[in-house]
């Protein structure tokens, strides 16, 4: 702490507590100037994309995280086990060299006090996840009626003689899509 003068940011145990975050890197998001929190592609669980202060050049925009003076990951943490999130940026990630090029997140984790009391907190949600919307899609039947159209107006053979034998098939968006149950326990 020193040897920092400049551009930092701390996020102390009760804004983290507030914002009741689901993920470690949800904290940054929002709350923390110059750094940008986004998701990385649109899969359900795929990491968070961190950058702070834009794009570095060499290679990985990533920034260094340092748990409990460990280098981690965010991903790694519950949100309820931090104490506080410093943000290293620009000049001030210099400290640590090269590798603070892209900034350094520095997270100090909970732990037990001198002279204070044992303190034990069990924490439990339930949730259900569900798409929003599904996309309109042809049943078999549909399918093929459309599809020997398409060989009739070239000329070709039809590729389904008797369309009634195709029924309704299988809507793979139904059983892909399926509400699925989410379950949080910690102590």
Known sequence: KRDVTGAVSVLGSKTI??????????????????????????????????????ISTNGDASPVVIIDGY???????????????????????????????????????????????PSIRFNSSVGIQETTRKLPVLNATEYGVLLN????????????????NLGKGTNWQEKVFETAPMFKNDI
């Open 71 to 117: 280098q981690g990951s965010l991903e790694t943490l519950n949100p309820d086990d931090i104490e506080s999130i410093t943000v290293l940026k620009d000049a001030q990630a210099a400290i640590y060299g090269t590798v603070g090029a892209n900034g350094i997140v520095l997270v100090t984790t909970k732990s037990g006090k001198k002279n204070t009391a």
């Open 17 to 54: 507590e507030e914002l009741k975050p689901a993920r470690a890197e949800q904290v940054l998001q929002g709350t923390t100037s110059g750094v940008v929190v986004s998701s990385g592609s649109g899969a359900p669980g795929s990491s968070l994309d961190i950058r702070i202060r834009g």
């Open 149 to 164: 159209e398409a060989y009739a107006v070239n000329g070709e053979e039809l590729p389904f003689a008797n369309i009634s």
